[in-house]
């Protein structure tokens, strides 16, 4: 299925601090994929084939990192993601709206405070 919004951009960023752009069209590997940041057009060859919708890394995520989307968390890179790389559930864990991470992240805390404490 193709889909193209906009003549100058394959994908959109919202936030100068993102960490991905959302595609705006079914995207091969190996494509100069064009973004708007802020005033200016950004070029990313993508590594690879990325569907329309999900997200293509604009610059390299460390593994650990906490991936940004429209300026917010969206999820945590279980593996270092290249420029250019498919980010999705392959390689990153999606931590918003999960209680489960909130309450083990909230004991982590806890028990770091009891132990400084003793």
């Known amino acids: 299925m193709q889909h193209h919004f906009e003549d100058e951009a394959d994908a959109l960023v919202m936030e100068q601090n993102d960490h991905v752009a959302t ?13 708007r940041m802020g005033e ?4 990313v060859i993508a590594a690879d084939a990325i ?3 999900h997200k293509i890394a604009i610059g390299p995520i460390a593994s650990g990192t906490e991936v940004r989307k429209y300026g917010e968390v969206i999820g945590r890179a279980l593996t270092g993601i290249e420029t250019g790389g498919h980010v999705h559930v392959h390689n990153m864990e ?3 709206g999960r209680g489960d991470k909130a309450k ?5 805390s806890n028990q770091s405070k009891e132990a400084a404490n003793e």
């Not at 595609?23 to 973004?35: E, M, P, Y």
């Not at 200016?40 to 070029?43: A, D, L, N, Q």
């Open 40 to 43: 200016s057009i950004k070029t």
């Open 104 to 108: 083990q992240e909230q004991a982590v």
């Open 94 to 96: 999606g931590i918003r």
């Open 51 to 53: 569907p329309f919708g």
């Open 23 to 35: 595609a705006l069209k079914d995207l091969a590997s190996g494509d100069t994929v064009r973004f």
